[in-house]
Structure formats: structure tokens, C-alpha cells
T-cell receptor
Framework: GQNIDQPTEMTATEGAIVQINCTYQ??????LFWYQQHAGEAPTFLSY??LDGLEEKGRFSSFLSRSKGYSYLLLKELQMKDSASYLC??????????WGAGTKLIIKP | ETGVTQTPRHLVMGMTNKKSLKCEQH?????MYWYKQSAKKPLELMFV???????ENNSVPSRFSPECPNSSHLFLHLHTLQPEDSALYLC??????????????FGPGTRLTVL
């Protein structure tokens, strides 16, 4: 079966750095997405990786290793507004998105 | 109005009711999706429409019936639902349903409670 694993919850301090990991086992791979979802709101796109390596976008970076079935989302200079759930999703061989359950990130002052 | 809109935002219904959820996208996309989001569970893809044609139906019970009259509108018709169907129902759209980089844009969701 297809599976996406990510931690259920993480806590970090304002101003610090946090890394949210995602491991996947899917039938085929056509890219990995990270989305952010604030409570009661729609998921919003953060990043896309299809080749190995690091993609940087401001305070957020996303890394992919296809051989290891592994990705992480790195958030720097954490702000209170970064408190949200972070969803990892992989596009499989049928171009369907397979979703993880999300990581709830709690930022403390 | 821009983006993806969904109505109603909240819905409470009995198990014998019939209701419909509506989704509209103003992004010029050709693919639209219905997802179910339950607490602490992954997003579950329910239906996919590509150029108004249904391309995926992930073993969804027949009490959920989708309708896509055009590329901008998507409906989810509900009848004789069960309490376990209570969840957040999200609509999304994208340029195409079959390409690698294909960011999906989500609506705010309808919070459904079945009594």
C-alpha cells in the first residue's frame, strides 16, 4: 500500500529553527508537495520538490531524497503565525496526491 | 472574487436529509477535486474531474454524488448520510489532473455535522 509518515505534533520556540520530516512509500513518484494549513482554514501551497536537493523560499526550505523516500521542511526564524499543520503529499504514478496526516506545529514565545 | 469558494461553510443535517455542497473556482483551472478531511487523518481524495469528466472515484459510498456542470463549478450531493461522514469537505482545483507539477488550490471547506 501507499504510505506517508510524518510526526503528529512538534513544539518549537519563536525565533528558532524546526525541521519537519516526511517519509513516503508510494507506487511511483511525480513530485512531493508541502502545504500549510491553519486551523479552520484551507491548505495553502508551500513548496514542490521533484529532484533531489534543497529548495529554498525565504524562511522555508524543503529537501528531497528520492532514493531514501524522504523529505523535510525546514522553517527558520519561527514566528507565532507559523503555528499550523504542515501537510506532506506525494504525487504517485497516476498523478494522484497521497497525503500524510499532517504535523501540528506549536510555536511558544 | 478570486480563488476557490465553497458554500455553505457549515452544515448540520440529519441522516434522512438531502443537501448539496457547492464549489466554484475563479482560476481558469481544468481539474477539480473533492476531499474529505477528518481529524488527525490524511486528506482522503473522493472525486476528481478533469475537463468536466470524472476520472477518479475512490470507492466513495453512493450516498455521496458529485456533479460537475462546467470547469468552474463542482457540487457534492449528500443523502442519507451517517454520523461518521461528519468531517471537513474540501474542494480544490488545478490546471490539469495529469501533470507532475500541479499545485492544487483549496477552498475553505464545508464543516459537515451529521446528527
Amino acid at each position: 500500500g501507499q504510505n506517508i509518515d510524518q510526526p503528529t505534533e512538534m513544539t518549537a520556540t519563536e525565533g528558532a529553527i524546526v525541521q519537519i520530516n516526511c517519509t513516503y512509500q508510494t507506487s511511483g513518484f511525480n513530485g512531493l508537495f508541502w502545504y500549510q494549513q491553519h486551523a479552520g482554514e484551507a491548505p495553502t501551497f508551500l513548496s514542490y520538490n521533484v529532484l533531489d536537493g534543497l529548495e529554498e523560499k525565504g524562511r522555508f526550505s524543503s529537501f528531497l531524497s528520492r532514493s531514501k523516500g524522504y523529505s523535510y521542511l525546514l522553517l527558520k526564524e519561527l514566528q507565532m503565525k507559523d503555528s499550523a499543520s504542515y501537510l506532506c503529499a506525494v504525487k504517485d504514478s497516476n498523478y494522484q496526491l497521497i497525503w500524510g496526516a499532517g504535523t501540528k506545529l506549536i510555536i511558544k514565545p | 472574487e478570486t480563488g476557490v469558494t465553497q458554500t455553505p461553510r457549515h452544515l448540520v443535517m440529519g441522516m434522512t436529509n438531502k443537501k448539496s455542497l457547492k464549489c466554484e473556482q475563479h482560476l481558469g483551472h481544468n481539474a477539480m477535486y473533492w476531499y474529505k478531511q477528518s481529524a488527525k487523518k490524511p486528506l482522503e481524495l473522493m472525486f476528481v474531474y478533469n475537463f468536466k469528466e470524472q476520472t477518479e472515484n475512490n470507492s466513495v459510498p453512493s450516498r455521496f454524488s458529485p456533479e460537475c456542470p462546467n470547469s468552474s463549478h463542482l457540487f457534492l450531493h449528500l443523502h442519507t448520510l451517517q454520523p461518521e461522514d461528519s468531517a471537513l469537505y474540501l474542494c480544490a482545483s488545478s490546471h490539469s489532473g495529469t501533470s507532475e507539477y500541479n499545485e492544487q488550490f483549496f477552498g475553505p471547506g464545508t464543516r459537515l455535522t451529521v446528527l
